[in-house]
């Protein structure tokens, strides 16, 4: 079946800020279908909106992170973050953080394209290398591989499953040089 590609948009505060209720519930449904994205269950759309509000919104408004979301069929179907607040000595360098796929929306290329949309604000704003990390085994690994990302290794128990409390996964870290 064919879908129509998602229309990107780099996301200001005031725009994410209009944009809450339904970055919140991308990030729900996200967690709720098993996505490491930093949450355990449970999660409810309150502590969704609470990430987006006190974590995300002061740092796109600051101007130190990068947020797009991509819709479909009049819905947010997918977000990525890009991080350009780095220490001193480390200017050329950004960090993927938060790459989300609604899981309606998913097996559509849209985390492929909004990966795309990264790596070419990352080489507009002069940064050469791109540090990401992901639950090792996860199906966003072979993506990143696949767009140029290498691996540097995997640390063990790196983090709780969103599901199994006492699970722990494993985190690979990945980097791109553009």
């Known amino acids: 079946m064919s879908h129509p590609s998602p229309e990107?948009?780099?996301?200001?505060?005031?725009?994410?800020a209009a944009d809450l209720p339904e970055l919140a519930s991308l990030l729900h449904a996200c967690v709720q279908g098993g996505a490491s994205v930093?949450?355990?269950?449970?999660?409810?759309?309150?502590?969704?909106?609470?990430?987006?509000?006190?974590?995300?919104?002061?740092?796109?408004?600051?101007?130190?992170?990068?947020?797009w979301v991509a819709r479909q069929d009049g819905r947010v179907a997918g977000s990525v973050q890009l991080d350009t607040d780095t220490p001193p000595n480390q200017p050329h360098r950004a960090e993927v953080r938060k790459l989300l796929v609604h899981p309606d929306f998913r097996r559509r290329g849209i985390a492929r394209r909004l990966m795309r949309e990264v790596d070419a604000m990352a080489a507009r704003l002069g940064r050469s290398l791109i540090t990401l990390d992901t639950r090792t085994g996860d199906s966003a690994e072979p993506l990143y591989a696949s767009l140029g990302y290498q691996t540097v290794g995997v640390i063990p128990g790196f983090s709780r499953d969103p599901f199994d409390a006492a699970k722990?996964?494993?985190?690979?870290?990945?980097?791109k040089q553009l």
Do not use: C, H, N
């Open 38 to 67: 930093s949450f355990v269950l449970p999660y409810s759309e309150e502590d969704a909106q609470a990430y987006w509000r006190g974590k995300v919104l002061p740092a796109v408004a600051g101007g130190a992170l990068k947020l």
């Open 8 to 16: 990107l948009t780099l996301l200001s505060a005031q725009d994410a």
């Open 168 to 175: 722990v996964d494993g985190t690979t870290i990945m980097y």
